[in-house]
């Protein structure tokens, strides 16, 4: 879950760019991995239309402390346990399965953080 | 120093199909449809349009790719023709190619056409497309409900607002709309429908319902546009001309990092200020008399109300509970029946918004006509509230 830091402004962004969100400086970000910062989520949905295995399709807006910013798919939520401000941790899990190829796909989710009551 | 557009164009024919299931047509025949309109209004024949821009976006497999679909569906005495696509800003794309040409001087009499055929998918919803190869790996596999759904969660908490009285809002906004295009003919739904309607309906993106969202359709706009002092020449007494025309698209700022809250639409704002400068419109809330905005979904309406800065901030609910803009309210939004009673066939929308505005400025909008407009404004929304293009245009009578 790799963003990347301005050294020009030390801006953390996702994803890394050739031009700088903040300051618009270029070719002067550097790899820093997301997946370890706690996130908070700054909104959400519960999708029945979206295809996934295990309706509703969670996903939503997540803020890392360290001021990144990501959409992704959510996961170990219970639909209606999300709200704006819930706090989640990065989970590597699967994120698609290729059925011509057979290949599985993984990438980093917001999961709950493990004290917070269901 | 350029002093932008105002005042330099005018519109002297516009036509519109009928939106729907149009099983019947291709898009060849909804082409026709609102282009006989439109030169029978113009008063002109086909001969005498020198340039034509083409706003298409999905149909690309039934129409094709560039110059060519529109070329071919009208004969087109190989005039110039360009293919345009901004999302869902498509038609006002087109529309803008045509209004920046006769405005440049590079010709007299431009076509601008908005066309798309999104019912042959025989699915609901839209189709799927690539957002290019990276953002297909993290990105979540959204639909376009849930993307502005993401808007509900973001506002009610920014504003600790109880989500009942957002839905609550966002279904006075769905049965205005009903209720106006109740009386257009060329809309795709025609029925009324009830506030309980709207909150009990079947939950598609929480809290999105299905009477918070537009349907897929298919539909067809144009326009005819040529300079002020060609319009008159041409023997035009009141001028529909257009005042501003600004896009705004995103640039990151909404989702690589912290300074977006998720609220609100960033590029919608600046659009909506560069066209008020453009225009010299200073109080928006006063000056303007009607909108069209982009109610892909009734939370998007909503917020946009604050974004055109129309409504204060955190003060849309209230206002669109005051039924400020219902279409005996103080600034009547979507008086045509909005995306949601014509659904949203993206090349045609933007000018179809256009299309209705031009009719109430003449005074032609039948039993929807307001009380004399002479300032209207459009607005679009494509793509996602975190990553859009944003067009801001005003029409409105030309005074000299």
């Known amino acids: ?118 | 120093m350029a002093k932008g557009i105002k005042d330099k164009v005018a519109i002297i024919g516009m036509g519109c199909s009928k939106f729907g299931e149009r099983w019947d047509c291709g898009p060849e025949e909804l082409i026709l449809e609102a282009f006989k309109e439109a030169l029978v209004d113009a008063n002109i024949s086909r001969e005498e349009i020198e340039m034509a821009w083409l706003g298409l976006f999905y149909q690309e497999q039934s129409a094709g790719k560039s110059a060519l679909p529109l070329s071919l569906a009208l004969r087109l005495p190989n005039i110039p023709v360009t293919r345009v696509e901004n999302l869902c800003a498509t038609g006002t794309e087109a529309l803008r190619g045509a209004v920046y040409a006769v405005a440049a001087g590079a010709c007299d009499i431009a076509l601008a056409m908005g066309v798309e055929k999104l019912k042959d998918t025989g699915y609901g919803g839209l189709p799927e497309r690539t957002k290019g190869s990276f953002d297909d790996l993290w990105l979540p596999n959204a639909t376009a409900p849930g993307a502005f759904a993401q808007l509900a969660s973001a506002y009610a908490a920014k504003h600790k607002i109880d989500m009942q009285d957002l839905k609550r809002a966002m279904a006075h906004i769905s049965v205005k709309s009903h209720a106006n295009g109740a009386l257009n003919p060329k809309a795709h739904l025609q029925k009324t429908i009830t506030e309980d309607d709207a909150m009990n309906a079947g939950m598609i993106a929480y809290p999105l319902g299905l009477m918070d969202c537009c349907g897929v359709s298919d539909g067809a706009a144009c326009a005819i546009v040529t300079s002020v002092e060609k319009a008159r020449e041409m023997g035009f007494k009141d001028l529909v001309t257009v005042k501003a025309m600004q896009l705004a698209p995103s640039n990151g700022f909404e989702m690589s990092n912290t300074g977006w809250d998720g609220s609100y639409l960033h590029t919608t704002r600046l659009a909506a200020k560069r066209a008020y400068a453009e225009a010299g419109v200073t109080h928006p809330r006063q000056e303007i008399h009607m909108m069209e905005v982009h109610d892909c979904f009734s939370v998007t309406e909503l917020v946009v109300m604050e974004d055109l800065g129309i409504s204060p901030e955190g003060g849309a609910i209230k206002e669109v509970l005051d039924g400020v803009f219902d279409r005996d309210g103080e600034v009547p939004c979507q008086i045509d029946g909005g995306l949601k009673c014509f659904g949203h066939p993206i090349g045609a929308s933007g000018l179809r918004m256009a299309y209705e505005m031009y009719l109430q400025l003449l005074g032609r909008a039948g039993p929807r006509q307001l009380n004399s407009p002479s300032l209207g404004l459009t607005h679009n929304l494509g793509g996602h509230p975190f990553r859009n293009v944003a067009s801001v245009s005003l029409f409105g009578l030309y005074s000299a």
């Open chain 1, 1 to 118: 879950m790799v963003g990347a830091r301005c050294v020009a402004c030390n801006t953390l962004q996702f994803p890394r760019s050739q031009v700088c969100v903040k300051c618009g400086a270029m070719e002067t970000q550097q790899d820093e991995s997301l997946s370890g910062l706690l996130g908070r989520v700054k909104s959400y949905t519960e999708d029945w239309l979206a295809y996934t295995p295990l309706p509703p399709y969670i996903y939503g807006n997540v803020e890392f402390a360290d001021g990144a910013n990501c959409m992704l798919e959510f996961t170990d939520f219970e639909p209606g346990q999300v709200k704006v401000g819930s706090a989640v941790r990065m989970v590597f899990r699967i994120k698609d399965f290729d059925v011509k190829r057979h290949f599985r796909r993984y990438f980093w989710k917001p999961a709950p953080i493990l004290n917070e009551t269901r």
